[in-house]
């Protein structure tokens, strides 16, 4: 008999495992949610192992059957909720301690100051983290049911959880459930209509489907949901692969751009006494020959260096400005990062900003983009908690007085002479969906990423940011051209074949072609979440009508 009074359970060994999975209580049952989130870890870039979510939501479906404790209605409930939120949490602690273990790295970089701080990094942020899934439990479990409707609660109270993660404190939607989708080249394409929040609704559907194998009073109570997921996952895989054109898709005539990845250590990245030697090192990349027929610089028309290229501020080197405008035939441009500033007024400090910048022959170009969305710890210290840290002789990792300061206004696109109007990110600002594109018209045409992961060494963490990176290309049915410092710099088209890159590690330059946009605006570039929030509705209608049904005599 289960806690919350039914005894479904197939007569089975799986079905005397799902009752087993139910009836632990206690620190077994925190151990057995935590060990099956960090199952789930593997579905995540790199891996892409998508059968490892079924091992990671058919128990988490079990272990919240057994969440009903407590007697009175509202006691139950109240009770209840709390205890499928325990277990969420520690399912998604799980999840995010073996998806984000990389974020260690950082804290070595520098590791005299940071690296005592490293559990807060790869214990207390996935501790923290886990909240948003142990909400998520706990509504799944308030529309619960025993039969094929569970399913749709958890995929809702989940997918819900996850869209708050995203837009929460500043927001964090990074390694989203629906990333297990949001890798197969097939399979991502559904991105164009529902986006990453509709993939991670459908993921969890698809995922936890197969807990049902257990439980139902007939074969095909039992077996007609996971027959469903796998028809559904066969479907999203036909039609993604109907979308993928067979043939390349055409490309803007007169534009080849070098990406340039010069694979800087960071700890020498940062450090003022190699100025010299890492503008060289970039200068000496951007006119490398890449074959014999290859005349370096003469072959491109624009290069681009990553995120915050320079240990200086290039605006207030005019000797390195110089060396930067020889090199540049006319006509030729380079976009790279910078940290700027800008004059302080009487009696206001320096304000500093991570940009990018246009340089042709005859010196900076245009007007220049500064990030809005900024690193919390890693850029700027939150304002609650800054005046405290600083006492403390604590700082964000990039040395910057007073950190940076964040963009203000809406986003527009970025100018570049000779290229499609850009929509221009930094760093993480690319894994936020809906939120990289200027809604301004004309559209942009081009989604430009420059990024530092030298951070996060040869980890899987590089390889995650470039894999939410690609799928904004899908979601938005726009070129992705983005630049690395230590890797993933990429060429990726609008449906998200990457067609040119650099690998984590290696240094050198990608010389490719920009392709087109799609000409018109995706599904999801035009309505946003609408199709997500569909989805979601239905799921919650079909868990509520399934629980309604299930208490009737």
Same mark, same amino acid.
């Given at each position: ?14 079905? @005397? *495992? =799902? ?5 632990? +209580?206690?620190? #077994?049952?925190? /151990? $057995? !949610?935590?060990?099956?989130? &960090? ?98 439990? @706990? *509504? =799944? ?5 025993? +039969?094929?409707? #569970?399913?749709? /609660? $958890? !995929?809702?109270?989940?997918? &819900? ?393």
């Amino acid at each position: 008999m289960r806690p919350d009074g039914t005894d479904f359970a197939a007569p089975s060994r799986l079905g @005397a *495992l =799902a009752d087993r999975f139910a009836l632990a +209580g206690g620190w #077994r049952r925190l /151990a $057995l !949610a935590w060990l099956a989130g &960090a199952c789930g870890a593997l579905a995540m870039p790199p891996f892409g192992v998508l059968p490892a979510l079924a091992v990671a939501l058919v128990p988490a479906v079990w272990l919240l059957d057994g969440a009903a404790t407590g007697s009175g209605r509202l006691h139950r409930v109240l009770a209840t909720a709390a205890s499928a939120g325990a277990i969420g949490w520690a399912w998604g602690f799980g999840y995010f301690v073996a998806g984000l273990w990389w974020l260690g790295a950082a804290f070595l970089v520098d590791a005299d100051e940071f690296a005592l701080l490293m559990p807060l990094g790869v214990l207390g942020l996935p501790a923290l983290l886990g909240l948003f899934f142990g909400l998520g439990f @706990a *509504l =799944a479990r308030l529309v619960w049911s025993r +039969g094929a409707g #569970r399913i749709a /609660a $958890l !995929a809702a109270g989940l997918a &819900a959880s996850e869209w708050l993660r995203g837009h929460l404190f500043t927001g964090f939607p990074w390694n989203t459930l629906g990333m297990a989708l949001g890798q197969n080249l097939w399979l991502m394409q559904a991105a164009s209509v529902v986006g990453l929040y509709g993939l991670t609704l459908l993921a969890v559907l698809i995922g936890a489907a197969p807990a049902t194998l257990a439980t139902g009073a007939t074969a095909r109570a039992r077996r007609w949901p996971t027959l469903a997921a796998l028809a559904g996952l066969a479907l999203l895989a036909g039609a993604g692969a109907l979308r993928v054109p067979a043939g390349k898709v055409p490309e803007v005539p007169g534009v080849r751009l070098r990406l340039v990845q010069p694979d800087i250590p960071q700890d020498a990245r940062f450090n003022p006494r190699n100025r010299e030697g890492i503008l060289q090192r970039y200068l000496g990349l951007s006119d490398s020959a890449t074959g014999p027929g290859s005349s370096g610089l003469a072959d491109v028309t624009h290069l681009i260096w990553p995120e915050s290229a320079f240990p200086f501020l290039i605006q207030r080197e005019p000797r390195a400005l110089g060396q930067i405008t020889a090199a540049l035939p006319p006509g030729k441009y380079l976009v790279t990062g910078a940290a700027r500033a800008d004059e302080p007024l009487p009696g206001e400090r320096l304000h500093f900003y991570n940009g990018i910048l246009v340089i042709g022959a005859e010196g900076f170009v245009g007007v220049p983009y500064d990030k809005h969305h900024l690193v919390p710890f890693g850029e700027y210290l939150p304002a609650p908690v800054d005046r405290i840290l600083r006492a403390l002789g604590l700082r964000q990792f990039v040395s910057v007085p007073g950190g940076f300061t964040a963009a203000e206004g809406a986003r527009r696109p970025f100018s570049v002479p000779g290229l499609p109007a850009a929509a221009a990110s930094i760093c993480y600002e690319v894994i936020f969906p809906g939120a990289v594109v200027p809604s301004v018209s004309p559209r942009a045409g081009l989604i430009l990423n420059l990024t530092n992961d030298g951070w996060f060494g040869d980890t899987p963490g590089p390889r995650q940011h470039f894999a939410q990176a690609r799928l904004r290309a899908v979601e938005e049915g726009l070129p992705l051209a983005r630049a690395a410092n230590t890797g993933i710099s990429a060429m990726v088209d609008p449906y998200g074949r990457v067609t040119g890159m650099l690998p984590v590690g290696a240094e050198g330059v990608l010389d490719v072609r920009l392709p087109h946009d799609l000409g018109e605006s995706t599904i999801y570039a035009r309505f946003g979440d609408l199709f997500f929030v569909a989805l979601l509705l239905g799921s919650v209608l079909l868990a509520a009508g399934a629980r309604i049904g299930s208490a009737r005599p």
